[in-house]
Nanobody, 126 residues
Framework: QVQLMESGGGSVQAGGSLRLSCATS????????MGWFRQAPGKEREGVAG???????SYADSVKGRLTISRDNEKRTLYLHMNNLKPDDTAMYYC????????????????????WGQGTQVTVSS
């Protein structure tokens, strides 16, 4: 059974940093696409960053230059390095897997992803 489990969330002040981790089990994380999504109260879930098997990445415009996605296939772990955090980054963060292939860049649409973790909360205070 495929499982994803996020960790690393917490509360920080604006300008601070966090590193989120997503441990995978039940399959190798080296395949398909992996992504990070977030959802704030009252808002739709949005794609933050995606990474392909070849290491290609994609980012939402709102996080470019501040958030970095990476994956360690040996450890079967996905990461989201978050720097210069802003109050608008406050949300529940989810990692997800897509079995699709063939995109020029990793997709950031939640409908393309079939397996999700439970989420980890990130709160940024001003």
């Amino acid at each position: 059974q495929v499982q994803l489990m996020e960790s690393g969330g917490g509360s920080v002040q604006a300008g601070g940093s966090l590193r989120l981790s997503c441990a995978t089990s039940g399959y190798t994380s080296s395949g398909g696409y992996m992504g990070w999504f977030r959802q704030a109260p009252g808002k739709e879930r949005e794609g933050v960053a995606g990474i392909g098997r070849d290491g290609s990445t994609s980012y939402a415009d709102s996080v470019k230059g501040r958030l970095t996605i990476s994956r360690d296939n040996e450890k079967r772990t996905l990461y989201l390095h978050m720097n210069n955090l802003k109050p608008d980054d406050t949300a529940m963060y989810y990692c997800a897997r897509a079995q699709l292939t063939g995109y020029l860049t990793p997709p950031l649409q939640s409908s393309q992803y079939d397996t999700w973790g439970q989420g980890t909360q990130v709160t940024v205070s001003s």
